[in-house]
């Protein structure tokens, strides 16, 4: 079973940077889409990021769109979140999430749907404050 476990979170400044990981085990990332979403508390998950297997294709929400920018590692079996710039509104627990995607497969447009994806981490706090 595909496991994903986020990390990196914490508490930053505006203007400050964080990166997020999502560690996978159990299985191989390399036929696995990754998606990043996040939920501020009194609001509906909503997605930040999103790569294909192969890293190919990426995608961001217009939010975070410059500011944010997706990787991944699949011989280190790690999707990399790198968050720049960051703003108030950006305080949120992150989620990685996976979905089954050969490395041909680039269907961003699948790839933005929340139920698309069947694997999720726990989370990982975001807060910028000052």
């Known amino acids: 079973q595909l496991q994903l476990v986020e990390s990196g979170g914490g508490l930053v400044q505006p203007g400050g940077s964080l990166i997020l990981s999502c560690a996978a085990s159990?299985?191989?990332?390399?036929?696995?889409?990754i998606g990043w979403f996040r939920q501020a508390p009194g609001k509906e998950r909503e997605g930040v990021s999103f790569?294909?297997?192969?890293?190919?294709?990426?995608h961001y929400a217009d939010s975070v769109k410059g500011r944010f920018t997706v990787s991944r590692d699949n011989i280190e079996n790690t999707v990399y979140l790198r968050m720049n710039s960051l703003k108030p509104e950006d305080t949120a627990v992150y989620y990685c999430?996976?979905?089954?995607?050969?490395?041909?497969?680039?269907?961003?447009?699948?790839?933005?749907?929340?139920?698309?994806?069947?694997?999720w981490g726990q989370g990982t706090q975001v807060t910028v404050s000052s």
């Open positions: 159990g299985y191989t990332l390399d036929y696995y889409a």
């Open positions: 790569i294909s297997s192969s890293g190919g294709s990426t």
């Open positions: 999430a996976a979905g089954f995607a050969p490395p041909h497969d680039d269907r961003i447009r699948v790839f933005t749907t929340e139920d698309w994806y069947d694997s």
